[in-house]
C-alpha cells in the first residue's frame, strides 16, 4: 500500500505515523548519500509492505548531484516545471534545476507529514489555476500543524514547520535532519 493508504488502513497513531516518515526519511537520505535527489516526493512513490517496511519508488524525473559532467544527469531542460505541484518545493517551482537540492526532498519530506499528520495538505490548491497554486505555494507559508492539529503544538509542529520553509536554507540540510 502507499503510504497514506498504509496509515489510514492500519489506523496508526500519530507515533505509528512519525516512525514511517522517519523510515522515509532514512530512504531519502540514503538516495541523496548516491547523489540522488528524487524531485517528485509524495504518498504515492512511497510503498509500505507486510512487514512496514517504506520504500520509495519512481525516481523517473530524479536528478543527479555531482560536480562531473558525467555523474550529472539533466533530465528536464531549464524553466520546466517537473514534479507533483502540492509536494514541490519552491525552488522547484521556479523551474531552475540548478536550484534543487537535497532540501527540495526535504521539503516535499514536509509536505508529507504534513499530510500524515493532520490529514490535509498544507495549501488547498483544489481548484485553483496553475499559476494562481504556484504564487500560493511560493509566497504563502504553510499555516501551522497545530492549527489544524492542536495535539501537535511543540515539538512536531516545529520539526515539520522547518522541513516546509520557503527559503532552503532555513529548511533541515538533509533529510537524516
Do not use: C, W
Not at 11 to 23: E, H, P, Q, S
Not at 87 to 110: A, N
Not at 118 to 128: F, I, S
Not at 155 to 161: F, K, L
Amino acid at each position: 500500500l502507499d503510504l497514506r493508504t498504509h496509515a489510514n488502513a492500519k489506523k496508526l497513531d500519530v507515533r505509528g505515523r512519525l516512525a514511517l516518515l522517519a523510515d522515509v526519511a532514512d530512504a531519502v537520505h540514503h538516495a541523496h548519500g548516491k547523489g540522488v535527489i528524487h524531485r517528485d516526493l509524495k504518498p504515492e512513490n512511497v510503498l509500505v509492505n507486510g512487514d512496514h517496511q517504506v520504500k520509495v519508488l519512481d525516481f523517473g524525473v530524479a536528478h543527479t548531484s555531482g560536480t562531473s559532467s558525467l555523474l550529472r544527469t539533466q533530465i528536464t531542460e531549464e524553466g520546466q516545471i517537473i514534479g507533483t505541484l502540492a509536494y514541490m518545493s519552491p525552488e522547484q517551482l521556479s523551474g531552475r534545476s540548478h536550484d534543487v537540492t537535497p532540501r527540495s526532498d526535504v521539503y516535499s519530506i514536509g509536505v508529507m507529514a504534513y499530510e500524515l499528520l493532520a490529514d490535509r495538505l498544507p495549501h488547498e490548491l483544489a481548484g485553483l489555476p496553475v499559476a494562481t497554486a504556484v504564487r500560493l505555494l511560493t509566497e504563502r507559508d504553510a499555516p501551522p500543524l497545530g492549527r489544524s492539529r492542536p495535539g501537535l503544538r511543540g515539538d512536531v509542529e516545529t520539526i515539520v514547520a522547518k522541513a516546509l520553509q520557503s527559503d532552503p536554507a532555513r529548511r533541515y540540510h538533509s533529510a537524516a535532519e
